[in-house]
């Protein structure tokens, strides 16, 4: 087994993701390597005791600009060298820019396969789906986040190869969240794309409403499935029934959001914690300022991933308010400790982590009223929370890494009947 990244070690999703699989599959008696065509420059190391080889082809980072001729001929040469201290098998290509530069260089005996981390939206956006629709299609596979992006795939690039595979959560379950305290958790680079900006906003909005006791809100409206892709929740309609079966339609953000006053903590002040840095930080700052809630938006900087559960268990909701994602792995361990999610609707992978009125709240994207009202529903009721929590805790069961690695071996199994 070969996994290619641009970066296999920067601070980053993909990279998390690649070394995770890495280390469960090299668990399972695989040869593993890792190859980043780039070193990082600030590089983490995402498993203690990695039983797969690592590799760092170029001593540059991504960011240093094009590469010359002479780097382009030593990256050919040293990848063959890799290549040839892997026996048959598989070399996972885990991003559209990796594609071009690997393929040409692979031995027979490796079969490419084609990841993409994004969402069909994302991509739609971006030169990643021209890339994806002009190189994964000659894959042995193209795999994909959620049932819906690899749909999206298949009937828009077209591709004929699509799979569906999540990113894996943690290893160990996290212990549950009483859900009783009175703190909404925000984790991310504090980057535009995140757009805490706009969570700041809502949850100034819904800290109105909670102290005033009148949450209300626009309604979602019901989106209309398309073919036989896989629906998108409808926002319509209440329901609340178990977290099973078919995806029912969700609760009206302008019905039936009040609930008396905001239960959990003892000083009666809701309060949001941003976990996480960058260059953003300040302006945050001055934009909860101007929100009227500088008291109470607390920004936590970084937070080593072994402290993450305690954030989670002193939460009682997790938001989501991305301009985009693939599949936020903050949400499905938020989910683990049983803390669940109010979300900007932005992509399968938060789809499939979301379920719309049966694990968390799903708004339309870039919603902030609905956003807003969405928070200040389940920040007045702590039984749809609990409901809610424990069936996400339940629902990301399907994401642990054994099941994960159950479905990249079955993909290995397809591709080499």
Same mark, same amino acid.
């Given at each position: 087994?070969v996994?290619?990244?641009?970066?296999?070690?920067?601070?980053?999703?993909?990279?998390?993701?690649?070394?995770?699989?890495?280390?469960?599959?090299a668990?399972?008696?695989?040869?593993?390597?890792?190859?980043?065509?780039? %070193?990082a420059?600030?590089?983490?190391?995402y498993?203690?005791?990695?039983d797969?080889?690592?590799?760092?082809?170029?001593?540059?980072?991504?960011?240093?600009?094009?590469?010359?001729?002479?780097?382009a /001929?030593?990256?050919?040469?040293?990848?063959?060298?890799?290549?040839?201290?892997?026996?048959?098998?598989?070399?996972?290509?885990?991003?559209?820019?990796?594609?071009?530069?690997?393929?040409?260089?692979?031995?027979?005996?490796l079969?490419?396969?084609?990841?993409?981390?994004?969402?069909?939206?994302?991509?739609?956006?971006? +030169?990643?789906?021209?890339?994806?629709?002009?190189?994964?299609?000659?894959l042995e596979? @193209?795999?994909?986040?959620?049932?819906?992006?690899? +749909? %999206?795939?298949?009937?828009?690039?077209?591709?004929?190869?699509?799979?569906?595979?999540?990113?894996?959560?943690p290893?160990?379950?996290?212990?549950? !969240?009483?859900?009783?305290?009175?703190?909404?958790?925000g984790v991310?680079r504090?980057?535009?794309?995140? /757009?805490?900006?706009?969570?700041i906003?809502?949850?100034a909005?819904?800290?109105?409403?909670?102290?005033?006791?009148?949450?209300?809100?626009?309604?979602?409206?019901?989106?209309?499935?398309?073919?036989? /892709?896989?629906?998108?929740? !409808?926002?319509?309609?209440?329901?609340?029934?178990?977290?099973?079966?078919?995806?029912?339609?969700?609760? !009206?953000?302008?019905?039936?959001?009040?609930? *008396?006053?905001?239960?959990?903590?003892?000083?009666?002040? +809701?309060?949001?914690?941003?976990?996480?840095?960058g260059?953003e930080?300040?302006?945050?700052?001055?934009?909860?300022a101007?929100?009227?809630?500088?008291?109470?938006?607390?920004?936590?900087?970084?937070?080593?991933?072994?402290?993450?559960?305690?954030e989670?268990l002193?939460?009682?909701?997790?938001?989501?308010? !991305?301009?985009?994602?693939?599949?936020?792995?903050v949400?499905?361990? @938020?989910?683990?400790? *049983?803390?669940?999610?109010?979300?900007?609707?932005?992509?399968?992978?938060?789809?499939?982590?979301?379920?719309?009125?049966?694990?968390?709240?799903?708004?339309?994207?870039?919603?902030?009223?609905?956003?807003?009202?969405?928070?200040?529903?389940?920040?007045?009721?702590?039984?749809?929370?609990?409901?809610?929590?424990?069936?996400?805790?339940a629902?990301?069961e399907?994401?642990?890494p054994?099941?994960?690695?159950?479905? +990249?071996?079955?993909?290995?199994?397809q591709?080499?009947?």
């Open positions: 087994m996994f290619a990244c641009l970066d296999a070690d920067t601070l980053g999703g993909i990279q998390r993701v690649t070394h995770t699989v890495a280390q469960g599959l668990g399972r008696g695989y040869d593993v390597h890792v190859v980043g065509l780039h %070193r420059e600030v590089p983490v190391r498993v203690d005791r990695p797969y080889r690592h590799h760092v082809i170029h001593a540059t980072p991504v960011g240093a600009g094009r590469i010359s001729r002479v780097a /001929r030593r990256e050919r040469r040293r990848l063959r060298e890799v290549f040839w201290q892997a026996g048959p098998g598989f070399a996972v290509l885990t991003s559209p820019g990796v594609v071009p530069r690997v393929t040409g260089v692979l031995p027979d005996r079969l490419p396969i084609g990841q993409y981390h994004g969402s069909y939206e994302h991509a739609r956006g971006s +030169w990643h789906l021209r890339a994806v629709r002009d190189r994964y299609g000659e596979a @193209a795999v994909f986040l959620s049932e819906d992006d690899a +749909w %999206r795939f298949a009937e828009q690039a077209p591709l004929p190869n699509v799979w569906a595979i999540p990113n894996p959560l290893g160990r379950p996290y212990r549950a !969240s009483g859900l009783d305290g009175r703190r909404v958790l991310g504090l980057e535009g794309v995140k /757009r805490f900006d706009r969570l906003s809502a949850f909005e819904a800290v109105r409403t909670v102290d005033g006791g009148r949450p209300s809100g626009p309604s979602y409206g019901n989106a209309a499935a398309h073919g036989e /892709r896989p629906s998108r929740p !409808s926002y319509g309609e209440a329901t609340h029934g178990p977290a099973d079966g078919g995806r029912p339609s969700g609760p !009206s953000y302008g019905e039936a959001a009040a609930h *008396g006053p905001a239960d959990g903590g003892a000083d009666g002040r +809701w309060e949001l914690h941003l976990v996480g840095d260059a930080r300040e302006r945050l700052r001055g934009h909860a101007a929100c009227g809630v500088a008291d109470r938006v607390v920004l936590r900087g970084a937070v080593p991933a072994s402290a993450m559960e305690r989670y002193a939460a009682s909701l997790l938001a989501l308010s !991305s301009e985009h994602e693939g599949l936020p792995l949400v499905g361990e @938020a989910a683990s400790c *049983g803390v669940p999610a109010v979300a900007f609707d932005v992509s399968g992978g938060v789809r499939s982590l979301v379920v719309h009125g049966r694990t968390g709240l799903l708004v339309p994207p870039a919603d902030v009223p609905a956003l807003a009202a969405a928070l200040a529903r389940l920040m007045t009721s702590g039984d749809e929370r609990r409901r809610l929590g424990a069936a996400a805790r629902h990301v399907a994401f642990r054994e099941r994960v690695l159950d479905r +990249w071996e079955a993909l290995f199994a591709v080499t009947r």
